[in-house]
Nanobody, 125 residues
Framework: QVQLVESGGGSVQPGGSLRLSCAAS????????VGWFRQAPGKERELVAA????????YYKDSVKGRFTISRDNAKDTVNLQMNSLKSEDTAVYYC??????????????????WGQGTQVTVSS
């Protein structure tokens, strides 16, 4: 079992940047697929980006491609989400999630077994 803690959220103006971090403890984090989800008020939770256990493969939601970058440091048990050129529509609570499944619908919440508490990202002028 793994515990996840997100950090790095905050408020920025449109066009700004934030770097979210997901710190893991309690298990061998390098064996987990990790995803970053977000949930805006009144909307369903959606996958923003995901990364394989080795970091060799990643997946991005179309609307964040070219702006967001997911990366991991297994030696430090962390997964980061660098968010650039932020837009108002990126405003949401961002969640880190992890699973030891290696196949399936990576973009669905059901694929993941462990979740962090979330961190708020607000993009506003």
């Amino acid at each position: 079992q793994v515990q996840l803690v997100e950090s790095g959220g905050g408020s920025v103006q449109p066009g700004g940047s934030l770097r979210l971090s997901c710190a893991a403890s309690g298990s061998i984090f390098s064996s987990y697929v990790v995803g970053w989800f977000r949930q805006a008020p009144g909307k369903e939770r959606e996958l923003v980006a995901a990364i394989s256990w080795s970091g060799g493969n990643s997946y991005y939601k179309d609307s964040v491609k070219g702006r967001f970058t997911i990366s991991r440091d297994n030696a430090k048990d962390t997964v980061n989400l660098q968010m650039n050129s932020l837009k108002s529509e990126d405003t949401a609570v961002y969640y880190c999630a992890a699973t030891r499944r290696y196949s399936g619908a990576v973009y669905t919440t059901a694929f993941y077994d462990y979740w962090g508490q979330g961190t708020q990202v607000t993009v506003s002028s």
